[in-house]
C-alpha cells in the first residue's frame, strides 16, 4: 500500500457520497449533515418543518450540497414519501443513512425529577408516570419503528449505492444516546431511555442481517450536545446553545460540532470499513462517571 492512501484527506473521503440525515434541521443532525457537506458530500436533510431545513440548506451547503427533503419518517405515508423522493432523484443510490431523528416526551417526569423522594414508594410511583402511556407510545414510534421502516425502505438504495462504488461498503449510522446504556433514570425519562436501549439492539441485529448486502451498521452514542432536544430552542441559524453544563464531564465540556463531525466522517468513509455492528460513545468521557450497563 502506498504512503498516500494513508493521507487524512483520503482515508476519510466522503466527497461525491449520497447522505441521507433524517433530523438533519438541528442538533446533532444538522451537525453530522454540515460535516458531510463540508466534505463535499450531496446530503439530504428529513424533517417536519420545511422552514428549518431549507434555513439548513441556505446556510451550510459549504463544500458539497444540502438538500431539503420534508417528511414525517413516523408515518408510513412519509416514509414512503421520502424513499420515492430519493429513488427518483438518485439513480445511483445513496452511500450513507444516519437515523439521527428523536424525541423525548417526558417534560414532566424530567422536570420533578430533582424533587422526587426515592424513599418513598407512593411518590416513586406517581413520578414514574407522570407522562402517561402516550410519551411511551410517542418514543417508541419516533425512536425505534421510524427508524426501523426509513431503513427498510431505503435499503435497496444503499444497496445500489455500494454496488456503485466497487470496494466501498454503504454505512448506516444510529444515533443512539448514553441514556440508553446508563443504569441511571435519566431524570424519569424511562420510556426515551428505554427507546435508545431499543435502538442499540436493532443496531446490532441491522449489522448481523445485512451483512450479506455488506451494509454496515454502526451507532454513535452521544453524551450532551446543544440542541432543540437538549435546550428547548435553536436560533436563527438552527443553532441550540448550551451554557452552564458539562464542566463536571471528564472532558469539561458538553459535545461541539467537531465531535460528532469527526465520528460521523470516520464512520462513513473508507476510514471505517473495517469497523460493524460497533458503538462509538461520543460522550467526553460521561460513561466514566455514570453507572454503565453491563
Ligand atoms: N443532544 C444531545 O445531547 C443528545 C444526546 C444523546 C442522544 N441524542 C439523540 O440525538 C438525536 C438528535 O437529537 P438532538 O439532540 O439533536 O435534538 P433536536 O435538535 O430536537 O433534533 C431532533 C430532530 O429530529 C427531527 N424529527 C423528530 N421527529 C421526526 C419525525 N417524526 N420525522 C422527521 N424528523 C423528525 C426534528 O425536526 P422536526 O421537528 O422538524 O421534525 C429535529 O430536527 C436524537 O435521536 C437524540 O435522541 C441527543
Redesign the pocket.
Known sequence: MSSDELVAQTLFDVKGFVAVV??G?????LMAAQALAANGARVYV????KE?LDTVAKKYASNGQIIPLP????HTD?VKAIAAELEKNEAKGINILIN?????PESKASSEADKVDFSNANAVSKWMVLDGTEAWRESYA??VA?HHFLTAALLPLLNKGREAIPGHSSSIIN?????GITKTHSKGQFAYSSS?AAFLHLTKEWAHTFVPLRIRVNSIA????P????TGT?DENQK?KITGAGEHFPAGRT?RETDIGSAILYLASRAGTYVNGQVVHVDGGLLLKTPAAG
Open positions: 433524517t433530523g434541521g438541528s442538533g446533532i443532525g428529513v424533517g417536519r418543518r428549518a417528511g414525517d419518517i413516523a412519509g439521527n431523528a428523536g424525541v423525548s419516533g425512536n421510524a444515533i443512539s444516546s448514553t441514556a435508545k452521544p453524551g450532551l450536545f440542541s432543540e432536544m437538549t435553536s441550540s459535545g
